[in-house]
């Protein structure tokens, strides 16, 4: 399905829009800051207009995600293409863009994300200009990360969000913002490294024929790596059962483990969120965190299948102590943002929990789960950042009795904690519920999934205990006239409000999209794990 205005496809346009929008923000005068601002909201609700588009246009019948007739809104086009006489061959990198199921609501997330951080950057004094710059560029990474289908190109979108997140925590960030900012940076360039390695060696074990010239050469192309019939005999990854699958596939792991953060990859999260500028950790909470698990299921899944089956109760392991152990740290945490920082620890392991049971159950509570978790802790940061804007301290002690002052505030909170401790009636319930449901089918899961389930317990205890100090109790003297939440933190904070809502009293808005796709993906990977018997 291709869907194009001017000529060019609808994922180029959503995914380079940002582009232009920062290249018109670099031409206005800096004196002119409400147009720098207008701009930025302009350009990123086009692409949420655009994302509407996509979501309204899609089929939900398509999804084989290892086919490009499975992709929708799908462009190619040559990108680079070397004639080279050494042994190095022809080298050919397309320039390949689609969609399926597990990408569009990611897209959609992305859009709505960027666009609400705009707005909640609104107060942002210090060199305007270059960090709404800095903010469109991002944007444009992690558009292009959820699109691609050429891993070259996914790479590049990948390293693309690095730069930008890089200054905009070190530059607008907090008092540590330097610590902060080099930590994330070292930390994701170290797992880059690590896939680069991955991707070379696919790209060698990897041949295809080209239709135009009949020539074989190798490929970057994720949907033909998904087919073990185009792997080489002799390549470095030929086959099943060679330990230098085993290797790719944890490199391919450990870099996009960083992102989610999986314990113990975890340490550079809580510096970044509580450096960052509110916009920003809305952002890497929203939406960087998800693009780590994304890869898992986009790339190391279907690739490597039988190590997907042959891992899956290490996973598990993994999403249990993340469970727990976030949820236990957030609980210790007296500074507002850091608890919420931890808070996602927690919840993005009960998304590597629903994806190592590798069934439909799992797998669609898991991708649901990413979405719901990006737009209920989007909400909390947001949160957060109206009471630092007017209080200048994220100290939870230093509260109390907020509800007398700020109602309105006091209501929207409730929802996010609410949705975030997994009440019936809001998204998180849903997406948790399908996570631990899928997992727990599984024989070998059943108890890390039972032991798992503490992290809801304790989730809701450090949720209630912050409303608690913040909102109930005797009103403090010191924020007596504090005001109440004004029209642009209501826009900003509504329509994830409502998402939240109507999400949880109908899923099937999001899971209709998600199901032809996580069903294919659950085949193929079910299909893979006969070969976990050839592995030594």
């Known amino acids: 399905m291709t869907f194009q205005l001017f000529g060019i496809g609808i994922l180029s346009w959503i995914t380079f829009l940002p582009v232009i929008g920062m290249i018109i923000v670099l031409l206005i005068p800096k004196e002119a800051r409400s147009a720098m601002k207008w701009t930025a909201v302009g350009i990123t609700f086009l692409q949420v207009v655009l994302a509407v588009v996509i979501y309204a246009n899609f089929n939900y019948n398509l999804g084989g995600i290892n086919s490009q007739e499975g992709m929708q809104f799908v462009e190619k086009a040559k990108w680079i293409d070397i004639k080279s006489v050494s042994w190095f061959g022809r080298v050919l990198i397309e320039y390949f863009l689609g969609v399926d199921g597990i990408s569009v609501p990611m897209v959609i997330l992305t859009a ?9 950057s609104w107060k942002i004094d210090k060199a305007l200009k270059g960090y709404m710059a800095l903010l469109l560029l991002l944007d444009t990474g992690m558009m292009g990360v959820f699109v691609a289908l050429d891993f070259f190109l996914f790479y590049v979108f990948w390293e693309l969000m690095l730069l930008p997140m890089y200054f905009l925590i070190g530059v607008w960030g907090g008092p540590r913002r330097e610590y902060a900012a080099i930590k994330f940076f070292l930390y994701t360039l170290a797992g880059s490294v690590l896939m680069l390695l991955a991707m070379i060696a696919l790209y060698f074990s990897v041949t295809i024929i080209d239709p135009a010239s009949g020539e074989k050469l190798h490929t970057f192309n994720l949907l033909a790596m998904m087919n073990p019939a185009n792997f080489e005999p002799n390549s470095l990854l030929a086959g099943f059962g060679t330990h230098m699958r085993a290797l790719a596939y944890v490199a391919l792991f450990i870099g996009f483990a960083i992102k989610v953060p999986i314990f113990p ?6 510096d970044a969120h509580v450096e960052a500028p509110t916009a920003i950790s809305v952002i890497l909470a929203g939406v960087l965190l998800k693009m780590g698990a994304y890869g898992l299921i986009r790339i190391s899944f279907p690739i490597f299948p039988e190590l997907a089956q042959k891992y899956a109760f290490a996973l598990a392991i993994l999403a249990f102590i993340n469970i727990v152990y976030g949820a236990l740290c957030a609980m210790a945490q007296t500074d507002f943002k850091k608890l919420i920082a931890y808070s996602s620890v927690s919840h993005m392991g009960i998304v590597l929990l629903g994806m190592s049971a590798l069934n439909t159950q799992g797998m669609m509570g898991a991708v649901f789960q990413m979405f719901n978790h990006g737009t209920i802790t989007a ?6 950042g109206v009471i630092y804007d007017r209080a200048h301290t994220r100290d939870l002690n230093a509260f109390g009795g907020l509800a007398l002052t700020m109602p309105k505030y006091t209501g929207i909170m409730t929802v996010a ?55 109930l109790g005797k009103a403090n003297e010191k924020w007596s006239t504090m005001p109440d939440v004004d029209g642009r933190e209501i826009f900003m904070l509504a329509p994830l409000a409502i998402i939240i809502l109507v999400l949880g009293i109908y899923p099937s808005f999001m899971l209709n999209i998600m199901t032809s796709s996580v069903n294919h993906l659950v085949d193929l990977v079910a299909k893979g794990g006969a070969a976990v018997a050839l592995i030594p």
């Open 112 to 120: 709505l994300i960027s666009f609400i951080a705009v707005i909640a």
């Open 265 to 270: 990859f975890h340490t550079w999260l809580p």
């Open 379 to 384: 909400m909390l940061f947001l949160i957060v």
């Open 417 to 471: 904690f609410f949705a975030a401790l997994g009440l019936p009636g809001l998204s998180g319930f849903v997406s948790e519920a399908f996570s631990f449901l899928g997992a727990f089918q599984v024989d070998k899961l059943r108890v890390i999934t039972m032991a798992s389930t503490l992290g809801i317990v304790l989730t809701a205890a450090y949720m209630l205990w912050t409303l608690q100090r913040v909102f």
